[in-house]
Each structure stands twice: as C-alpha cells, then as structure tokens.
C-alpha cells in the first residue's frame, strides 16, 4: 500500500513530495507513473495570483491512500471527481483508492490570503463555515451536469501543448466561477442592488432534480412543452426558467440540447451506430443540423469521431 501524508500548503509542493516519496521525478510540474507502478500522470500548476490546482488522471498496481493532516497555513480545498467537494485544510481528511481504480480528479487550493483579497467577507466567512461544517448530505444536490463540459476539457487538454497552462487555467477559473454561482444560489447574501439570491428551498431542489430526469431520458424523441415542464415541477413557467437558469447555469432547452449530443458522442465512440442512426436517435430529422450542432459543442464533426477510434 502506497500512503501518502502531507500537509496541503499549494499543489506543487504537493506534487513534488509525492514524486520523492515515490522516487518519480517531477518534470515541469507533471509526474508519469511508470509501468511497474501503474499508468497515467498527475499535472500541478501554480498560479502566479496565488492559488494553485492539480489535474490527475491514473491508476495503480497498488493501495494507495492519500492522508491530508491539519494545517496551520489553512486555505480551501476544492475537489471535482465529478461533483464538487469543498473542504477547509484546518481539518484532517483521508481518502483511499483500491488497487486498480482509475483515480481522475481535478483539485484546487485557495490560500486564505488569495480568498481574503478577491472575495467579499460575509461571502468568504460562509465558504470557511460550509467548509468546515458541510451540510449531512450533499449528494441530492443537482451540479455534476453544469460542470461536465468543462471537465471533459481539462482531462483532454494535450499537456504536451506549449499553451497548455494559459487552457487550464481559463478552464479552471471557468469552474471555480461555476462552483461560487451555484454555492451563492444556495447561501443568502445581499448584492449591491439591494436585491438577495434566493435561498434554495429543499422542494425546489427536488422539483428540478425531476426536470432534469425527464430532459436527460435518452428515450425523449422532442423537448417537452415549457408547460409539460412547468406541470411536472408544480412551478409557474416562469419561475421554472429562472430557478433552472440559477442552478444549473443554462436554459432548459440548452441542458437538453447538451445531454443529447452528449448522447450523441458516446454512442458514436461505441462504434455501433454510423452517423445518421446517431443523429435520428436522438431526436435530429435533418443530419446537416446535427453535424452543425455537434461541431458547435464538441468542436469537431461526428464523423470525426468514427474515423479517430
């Protein structure tokens, strides 16, 4: 078993000592894992504004336990494996993996002067406070979607690429933005025009998790009617839209659009469909609108995807 305790003051740090406790060089902040150990990399970046993130993508031959002990220097921890898990480096944390298991993380550290000189104080007080007391259970709430998109580009970034590190870090700052929308979605703080965001209401919560089912069934042949929807989640229309847009960053047809090109992209990667059954499958009469809506989200065409498997 491969156990690894350390104190989080910054990711590079991190990363280096975990390449000598490995005996794993770390060159320009990324470490490969050889064959006798396993196969992928961990990537570190330090940000000159002073927070810094990691990128890991690998698996192991052996256990491997990652042991993070209190630190005096304290900061924020932020970790999507795909949801989002917030923590406070003043407390312990353990996390294990099984010999095996593909590892693929994104993390980043926020020092307490960093959050200090670029967020309000009632807004910082309450990230520290939810930190360090998380709610019991976080798991019924609806963010993996809004940040999957955003994911996928920094696990594919080409870390070979000389601009690699100006992409992950827009990418980054793209997701930590998400991150605070969605968390100020759910706190109540007051805002310059004397308005307030909304405190989250549990049945809310559970009336778009429903929308959310119904817009991502990969049996639905067309959108639904905003008054289908609306009757679905005991909402009026409007109050639908706007509570939708909050949490999840994007109008309703969006996410629907999203999640059926996603579709889309997965069963052209499986190999078993040609282009036209991907495109009449998930709900596309015109494979010309679909081969322009694909390139739009994902940059290439579908058939791109055939040919690069």
Sequence with gaps: MIRYSYQLTDFRH??????????LPVIGGKL???????????HAVQVSDGYSFVVMDFILNDDLVFFRKASSATGLSLFFSPTPHLSSTASVEEL????????????????????????????????????????????????AFEYRSVLE???????????????????????????????LTKANFPLPDGKTWLKEKEKDLEALKGIVQILSDSALSKFPSIDTLSHNARMSSTKLKTRFKQIYGMKLYEFYNRNRLEQARE??????????QVGINIGFSNLSNFAKAFRKEFGILPKEILKNR
């Design 32 to 42: 490969e894992f050889p064959s006798d150990l396993g196969e992928g990399f961990i």
């Design 153 to 183: 580009d920094i696990h594919g970034a080409d870390t070979g690429s000389p601009l690699v590190h100006l992409q992950l870090h827009n990418r980054i700052q793209l997701l930590t933005e998400k991150y605070l929308h969605s968390f």
């Design 267 to 276: 069963m052209l990667k499986s190999g078993n469909y040609s282009v036209k």
């Design 96 to 143: 294990s993996f099984a010999a095996n298991t593909r590892v693929k993380r994104i993390g980043l550290f926020f020092p307490v002067t960093f959050l200090r000189r670029h967020l309000r104080r009632d807004i910082f007080d309450s990230l520290r406070e939810y930190a360090e007391n998380p709610p019991a259970n976080t798991s019924r709430e609806p963010v």
């Design 14 to 23: 991190w990363l280096s000592d975990f390449g000598n406790l490995l005996h």
